[in-house]
C-alpha cells in the first residue's frame, strides 16, 4: 500500500507538471484528490490494514494528498500568472496615438487683459463700475469740462445720435455718473472698463470701437504722488517688476494737471530700440489730478477734496504686451488669433 | 509745428545740449518732440562759385559749357539746367564730392568734353521738392548776388539745420511760434532769451491819411490794425527768411509774402497783406458778410457766405476771409508796389466755424482758432513793417490805423507753496518756488509763501489755481515727485453681482468648448434687423442709426449680436476654418421710440454661434457634427450651473429654420432662442449649417441666487423604471416628460430619456420614445407597491393626455 501511495504520488506530480492550462489542473484535482480518486480509495481500504500499519499509512496517505494539493496550488499560481500575463499583452495599446480631443474654448485677449487689470485694482481697494454705450452728450463732455464748442471735443470725433445723445467717447461718463450720484458725500475710487466708440476709419492702429480703463479716486488730500504710486504699481504687476515709469506733462480737459505716463521699453529696457522709437519709453496711459471744475460740477468742493483719475486702452496694451500688429485682429475674430490668447 | 533749431538759436543758446536731448528735455518737461529729422545734409566739397562764362555745348543742344569760378580755381563744368546763366553764383559740388544718396563725382567726359564737377540743384542737395521755391524747382539753384564765392554752401543754404517736431496739445498754443518756443526752452534750460527788434524809419506820410478802418463786428474783431508801406519791390526774400520757411515747412514765394509767413512763425501772429491799389477804395471796413454774399478768395474758389462769417471788405464788398484766406482781387503780385498789412486779433470761434465750414484749415486759421497772443498783435505788423523795409526797399508810412478793444490784461493766479506740496505730495520751499517762475519769465509778488502770478499773455491757457500747478509740478519735474500710496481709509474693492456672473457664464461657456469674440455693436440697417429675439422684437419700437456713419456697414446699433458674429463665422469659413464655436456677452440697444429722442435700453445678452465639426477623433472614426443638441446641451449645463430651470419649445423666429428651433422660456418669460439658422439667410451669409442662441442676460441676473442652499445626501437607495412609449410623431418628448412628472407624483426624482425610434415595428406615423424614472424617497427605502402605483398613475395619464401606449 505504502508503494501503492508512493507511486500515486509520483504519477500525480507527473500530470501536475505537465498541465498548461487552470482546466487540465481542475482535472488533475478531481482525478486524484477528488472524493472518487485513488488515495480516496486507498484510505477507504485502510481497514484491512493492521492497527500498527493505519497510522502509518493514514499518515503518509495525508502527506502525499498534501503534496498534490500544494503541488496543484503552486502550479495553478503559475498558470494564473502566466495567463494574466499574457492577457495584459493582448490589452497593450499604442499609447503615442492621440487622444480623443475635448473641445476647448476661452477668452477673447481682451477680456483677459480687462480682467487681468480690474483684479489688479480690486486689490488696490477700487470698485468696478460700468455704465451705458450710447451716453448723453452732458455726461460724454459737459461734466467733464468740454462744454459745447470746446476745441478739445476735436481730438474725438463722435458718433452722434441726435445732437443730445451719442456713442460715448471714453468711459469717463461713468466717472461723472457715479461722482453725480454720491454727490460729494463720499469718497469714490472705482475703475470703469467699457467699449468706446469714435469717428476714425478702422486702419492697422485705429479702430471705430474700442475698450477704454478709465480710473477714478477722489479724497481728502490726494496727491499727484499718490497718482505716481498708484500707477507705478500696475505698472510693475502688469508688466514686470523691472518697468520703470516716468510721468510727463500733457492736456487733458477734464484733467489739471495733465500727465501721460511711459515705461521704460522692455524690449531694450531703456537702452533705445524700434520698439520704443530709440526713445527706451512706450507711452501706456493719460491721467492727471481731476480737474476742479469736473469735481464742482459733480457736487464735490474742490477745497475740501481732490482726486487722480487715469485712462488706458486695452488693445495698446496687449499690442505691447503680446506683439500684436494690428489692431483690427481684435475685432476680426479670426478663430486662429484668438486660439493664440486662450492660455493668455 | 516745425522748428528749425538754427532758428530757434536766434533767440536762445541751446548749444549746451545735442538735439536728442533737448528733444527729450522738452519732451519731459510738457511738449511731446514727435521727432527728429535732418532737414537736408550737410554738403560736402560743395561751394558758392561764379558763373564766368555759359556757352553751348559744342556736341549737344541742350547742355552747357561752363566755366565756373570756385575761389581758387576755375573749373570747366558741363550743365544741363535750363535756367544756368552767365553771372550766376551757384552751388558747384567739385569733383571728389559726395551728394545725398551717395552719389559721387567725378571728373568726366561728356560728349566728348570735359567736365569737372556738377552744378547742383536744391533737391539734389538733399532738399525736399515740395519746399523748394517754384522758380529752382527744374533747375539749379540761384544764389543772391552778394553771396561770397568758395564758401561751403552748408551754411549759407542751412543744409546741417535739424528739425524737431513738435506733437502740441490744444492749451499749448503758445508753442505755435518760434517766440513761444523759445520762452519754453528758456524755462526748461534756464538760459536768458533774445527777442527781435522790429525798429524801423517812417514816411512823414501818414497812413491815417491814406486809409480809414471802421470795425462793424466789434465782438468777433477786438483789434485791427492796417499798416502801410509803399515802394515795395517784389523779388526773393533774403536766403535766410527762404531757408527757415522751407525749414519750417513753407515754400517760399516772393519777399511779401515770405516776410507775412516769416512773421507768423516767428510771432504766432497770422499778418494778411493786401496790394493796397487793388483794394477797389480807400477803406478798411469789417463786418460780418452778408446772407449769400460772394467772395473769390485766393485759391480762384468763389464762395458763398453767410452771416456768420467775418469779412474784410473795402467799404462794398468782401475782399478777404477774416482769419481764413484772402481775395484773389488783392492779392499781392510782382506789380503791387503800396501793401495793407493787416494785423488782427480775430474771435477764435468765428473763425473755426468759417475754416471748418469750406474746409479751409491753414497756418493761419489754426492760430486764430486757438487764440493768439494780444501783445504780439500790433508787434507783428511792426516787425513785418521792418523786414519789408530791409528787405524789399519798402517804405513804411507814419502809423498804424488801427481799431483796440482788445483786453491786455494779464490773469492773476495765486497760488501757496503749502497747497501745492500738498496737491504734489512734494517737499518744495518758497525759494524754489520763486525760481520756477523766474525761469517761466512770469511775474510775480511774494508774501511769505503766498505768489501772486501775473500769467503773460502769451500763455492764455493759465488761468486757475491747478494751471499753476502744472506749471510747478513740470519745471520741477514729475521725476522728482515721489512715489506714495493713497492714504485715505481703507475701501474694500471688489466686483458687483453682475460682473461675477459675467464671469462666472464666461469660464462655464469657455469651459463648454465656446470661444470668446468681440464684435462690433454698429451694424449695418439691413443686418440689425435679422435674427432679433422674439421677446426684443416685441419690445423695441424702432433701431438706432447714427446721424452721420462713416459707413453703411457700421450705421446702427445692434438688436442682436448673432449678425456680427454671423459674419465673423463667414469669415473664417472663407479662410478654411469649417470649425467655429463661438459666444459673446454684450449689449443691445432697444429704442422704444418711434424717433430716437433719449438713451436706448441698453440690454445684455448672451449669444453664440456654432459650425462644423464639434467633437471629431478620426483614427477611432468617431465624428461629431454640431448640430440642435448640442448647442441645447451646452445651455441646459450652463442653466443647471446656475440652478435656474429653463424651458425649450418649439418655436418660429425670423431668420431660423422653421423646425429646428426652440424658445426658450425661465418661469414661463421669454428669454430667447436657439436653433439652426434657416438655410436661407445661411445662405446669405455664406455659412454652412450654423446653430446660434441668444439669451437674455440681464433676466438671468434679476433672478438668479448667488447662494446655493444645503440639501441632505439621500442615504436610501434609488428604484430606477424603464417605460417605453409609442406615440403619434408629433408628439414632443417635452409634453411626454412634463406629463409623466405630473402623474408619477414626488417620489420621482429624475426622468432621462434614453431611446427615441421609429421605423421597422413600429405603424407608419408612430414613434417609440423611452424614459428611465428615478425614483427615491430620502426618508427611507422605497416599497415596490408604491413604485408600482406610481407607473401606473403615468400610463394612464400618457395614455389620456398623449393617446400613448405601452411599446409590446
Redesign the interface.
Known amino acids: 500500500m505504502k508503494e501503492q501511495l508512493q507511486a500515486l504520488e509520483k504519477e500525480a506530480l507527473q500530470k501536475v507538471e505537465e498541465a498548461i492550462s487552470l482546466k487540465e489542473l481542475q482535472d488533475v484535482r478531481v482525478a486524484y484528490l477528488g472524493k472518487k480518486g485513488p488515495i480516496t480509495e486507498v484510505l477507504r481500504g485502510m481497514g484491512k490494514l493492521s492497527k500498527e500499519e493505519r497510522p502509518v499509512i493514514g499518515e503518509l496517505a495525508n502527506k502525499v494528498r498534501g503534496q498534490i494539493a500544494d503541488a496543484i496550488d503552486s502550479k495553478k499560481a503559475d498558470i494564473e500568472a502566466e495567463e494574466l500575463e499574457k492577457q495584459l499583452a493582448e490589452e497593450t495599446i499604442d499609447v503615442t ?2 487622444g ?9 485677449l ?2 483677459s487683459i480687462v ?1 487681468e487689470i ?1 483684479d489688479l ?10 455704465g ?5 452728450d452732458y455726461y460724454n463732455f459737459e461734466a467733464l469740462n468740454l462744454p459745447k ?1 470746446h ?2 471735443r ?2 474725438q470725433d463722435s ?4 445732437e443730445d ?1 451719442l ?1 460715448r467717447t471714453h468711459t469717463s461718463p461713468v466717472q461723472a455718473r457715479t461722482m453725480n450720484m454720491i454727490q460729494g458725500e463720499r ?1 469714490v ?1 472705482m475703475i470703469c472698463p467699457g ?1 468706446v ?1 469714435r ?1 476714425d ?1 478702422d486702419d492697422a492702429t485705429h479702430s ?2 474700442f475698450t477704454q480703463i478709465e480710473g477714478l ?1 477722489v ?8 497718482l ?3 500707477l ?2 500696475f505698472a510693475k504687476q502688469m508688466f514686470g517688476e523691472e518697468r520703470q515709469i ?6 487733458f480737459p477734464f484733467t ?5 505716463m511711459d515705461i521704460s521699453c522692455k524690449m531694450c529696457n531703456g537702452e533705445g530700440c524700434s520698439v520704443c522709437k530709440k ?1 527706451g519709453w512706450i507711452e501706456i496711459l493719460g491721467a492727471g ?1 481731476v ?2 471744475r469736473v469735481l464742482e460740477m459733480a457736487g464735490y468742493d474742490p477745497k475740501v477734496y ?1 482726486g487722480f483719475a487715469f485712462g488706458m486702452g486695452p488693445e495698446r496694451i496687449a499690442m505691447l504686451k503680446y506683439g500684436v500688429d494690428d489692431i483690427r485682429h ?7 488669433f ?2 493664440q490668447y ?1 492660455q493668455a | 509745428m516745425f522748428v528749425s533749431l538754427n532758428w530757434l538759436k536766434k533767440y536762445v543758446d541751446i548749444d549746451q545740449l545735442s538735439p536728442e536731448d533737448l528733444a ?1 528735455r522738452i ?4 511738449i ?1 518732440v514727435e521727432g527728429l529729422e535732418h532737414f537736408a545734409s550737410p554738403a560736402n566739397n560743395v561751394v558758392v562759385g561764379y558763373v564766368e562764362s555759359c556757352d553751348k555745348h559744342p556736341n549737344a543742344d541742350k547742355l552747357n559749357l561752363c566755366q565756373v569760378n570756385v575761389g581758387d580755381e576755375t573749373l570747366q563744368i558741363i550743365c544741363g539746367a535750363p535756367n544756368i546763366a552767365t553771372g550766376q553764383k551757384v552751388a558747384v559740388a567739385k569733383p571728389g564730392s559726395v551728394l545725398p544718396g551717395n552719389f559721387k563725382i567725378k571728373k568726366a567726359k561728356l560728349r566728348g568734353v570735359e567736365s569737372n564737377g556738377m552744378i547742383c540743384s536744391l533737391q539734389e542737395l538733399g532738399v525736399e521738392e515740395k519746399f523748394v521755391p517754384k522758380e529752382f524747382a527744374s533747375g539749379i539753384f540761384v544764389f543772391p548776388e552778394d553771396a561770397e564765392i568758395g564758401v561751403d554752401v552748408t551754411e549759407p543754404l542751412n543744409l546741417d539745420d535739424i528739425i524737431m517736431e513738435l506733437g502740441l ?4 498754443s503758445d508753442a505755435l511760434s518760434m517766440l513761444g518756443v523759445a520762452y519754453e526752452v528758456a524755462a526748461i534750460l534756464d538760459v536768458p532769451i533774445r527777442l527781435p527788434h522790429t525798429d524801423y524809419h517812417t514816411d512823414e506820410e501818414k497812413a491815417a491819411d491814406q486809409v480809414s478802418l471802421t470795425v462793424e463786428a466789434k465782438e468777433q474783431n477786438p483789434y485791427y490794425g492796417a499798416f502801410l508801406v509803399k515802394d515795395v519791390k517784389i523779388g526773393p526774400s533774403p536766403l535766410w527768411i527762404r531757408n527757415y520757411l522751407m525749414a519750417a515747412g513753407i515754400r517760399p514765394i516772393n519777399n511779401v509774402v515770405d516776410i507775412t509767413n516769416y512773421v507768423l512763425l516767428e510771432y504766432g501772429q497770422p499778418l494778411h497783406a493786401f496790394d493796397f491799389d487793388k483794394l477797389g477804395s480807400n477803406e478798411v471796413v469789417v463786418r460780418m458778410a452778408n446772407e449769400g454774399e460772394k467772395l473769390v478768395t485766393l485759391d480762384d474758389q468763389e464762395r458763398t457766405l453767410s452771416s456768420e462769417h467775418l469779412v474784410i471788405t473795402n467799404g462794398k464788398e468782401a475782399i478777404a476771409l477774416a482769419g481764413v484766406m484772402g481775395g484773389a482781387d488783392s492779392e499781392v503780385t510782382e506789380q503791387t508796389t503800396t501793401v495793407l498789412i493787416e494785423a488782427a486779433y480775430f474771435d ?2 468765428t473763425i ?1 466755424k468759417a475754416s471748418k465750414e469750406f474746409d479751409l484749415r491753414s497756418e493761419a486759421s489754426n492760430r486764430f ?2 487764440g493768439v497772443d494780444p501783445n504780439r498783435v500790433r508787434k507783428a505788423g511792426e516787425r513785418a513793417c521792418q523786414l519789408l523795409q530791409d528787405y524789399a526797399g519798402a517804405t513804411v508810412l507814419d502809423g498804424v490805423v488801427e481799431y483796440d478793444q482788445l483786453d491786455y490784461s494779464e490773469k492773476t493766479v495765486t497760488i501757496w507753496t503749502s497747497t501745492i506740496n ?5 517737499n518744495i520751499s518758497n525759494d524754489q518756488m520763486a525760481d520756477i517762475l523766474r525761469k517761466l519769465n512770469f511775474n510775480y509778488e511774494q508774501d511769505g509763501e503766498t505768489f501772486t502770478v501775473y500769467a503773460p499773455t502769451r500763455r492764455q491757457d493759465i488761468v ?4 499753476m ?2 506749471e510747478v ?2 519745471i520741477f519735474g ?2 522728482n ?16 453681482k ?2 461675477e456672473l459675467k ?1 462666472h457664464i ?1 469660464q462655464f ?14 451694424t449695418s440697417k439691413e443686418r440689425v434687423t435679422e435674427l432679433v429675439s422674439p421677446e426684443v422684437a416685441e419690445k423695441m419700437v424702432s433701431s ?7 459707413s453703411e456697414e ?1 450705421s446702427t ?1 445692434r438688436l442682436s449680436i448673432l449678425p456680427e ?1 454671423l459674419s ?1 463665422v463667414a ?2 469659413l472663407a ?1 478654411k ?1 469649417a470649425n ?4 459673446e456677452l ?2 443691445i ?1 432697444i429704442s422704444k421710440e418711434e424717433k ?5 435700453d ?1 440690454q445684455l445678452r448672451i449669444a453664440g454661434a456654432l459650425t462644423g465639426e ?4 478620426p ?2 472614426q ?1 465624428k461629431k457634427v454640431v448640430d440642435f443638441f448640442v448647442v441645447k446641451g451646452i445651455l441646459e449645463a450652463l442653466f443647471e450651473s446656475l440652478n435656474i430651470d429653463v424651458t425649450f419649445s418649439q418655436a418660429k423666429v425670423d431668420g431660423m429654420h422653421p423646425g429646428r428651433t426652440a424658445q426658450l422660456f425661465i418661469n414661463d418669460r421669454a428669454i430667447g432662442f436657439a436653433g439652426q439658422v434657416h438655410p436661407q439667410l445661411q445662405k446669405d451669409y455664406d455659412l454652412k449649417e450654423t446653430f446660434v442662441f441668444d439669451i437674455n442676460f440681464d433676466y438671468i441676473l434679476e433672478i438668479h441666487e448667488n447662494e446655493p442652499k444645503f440639501a441632505k445626501i439621500p442615504r436610501y437607495p434609488s428604484v430606477t423604471r424603464d417605460i417605453a412609449l409609442v406615440v403619434d410623431q408629433s408628439v414632443q418628448a417635452g409634453a411626454l416628460e412634463a406629463t409623466i412628472a405630473h402623474a408619477g407624483g414626488e417620489l420621482i426624482k429624475d426622468i432621462q430619456v434614453f431611446d427615441v425610434y421609429q421605423g421597422e415595428h413600429l405603424a407608419e406615423g408612430k414613434k417609440s420614445i423611452a424614459f428611465s424614472l428615478f425614483y427615491q424617497d430620502p426618508e427611507r427605502t422605497l416599497t415596490d407597491d408604491e413604485v408600482e402605483a406610481s407607473y401606473q398613475a403615468i400610463l394612464e395619464a400618457v395614455g389620456k393626455e398623449h393617446n400613448a401606449e405601452l411599446r409590446g
Do not use: C
Request: charged share 25%.
Open positions: 496615438l492621440p480623443r480631443p475635448v473641445p476647448t474654448g476661452g477668452p477673447h481682451l477680456t480682467e480690474e485694482f480690486i486689490g488696490m481697494g477700487f470698485e468696478v463700475r460700468e451705458p454705450e450710447v451716453e448723453t464748442g476745441p478739445a476735436d481730438m458718433f452722434y445720435i441726435t445723445i456713442l469718497p475710487k467699449k466708440y469717428r476709419t471705430h470701437q479716486y479724497d481728502k488730500n490726494v496727491r499727484m504722488s499718490d505716481k504710486g498708484v507705478d504699481r516716468r510721468l510727463r506733462p500733457s492736456f489739471e494737471p495733465s500727465v501721460e526713445t489730478l480737474h476742479a481732490s481684435f475685432y476680426t475674430n479670426d478663430i486662429r484668438l486660439k486662450h | 527729450e519732451t519731459k518737461s510738457g511731446e496739445t490744444p492749451n499749448r477764435g470761434q473755426r482758432e486757438k500738498d496737491r504734489l505730495g512734494t486757475i489755481f491747478e494751471d500747478l502744472e509740478a513740470r514729475y521725476d515727485v515721489p512715489f506714495t500710496l493713497p492714504s485715505g481709509g481703507a475701501q474694500a474693492g471688489g466686483l458687483t453682475q460682473q464671469r464666461n461657456l469657455e469651459g463648454a468648448g465656446l470661444s470668446e469674440t468681440v464684435t462690433y455693436s454698429l438706432v442709426s447714427l446721424a452721420m456713419p462713416m457700421h446699433l458674429m465673423s469669415y473664417n479662410r476654418q467655429v464655436a463661438y459666444y454684450g449689449s440697444f430716437v429722442t433719449k438713451q436706448p441698453e464639434w467633437l471629431t477623433h483614427w477611432q468617431e
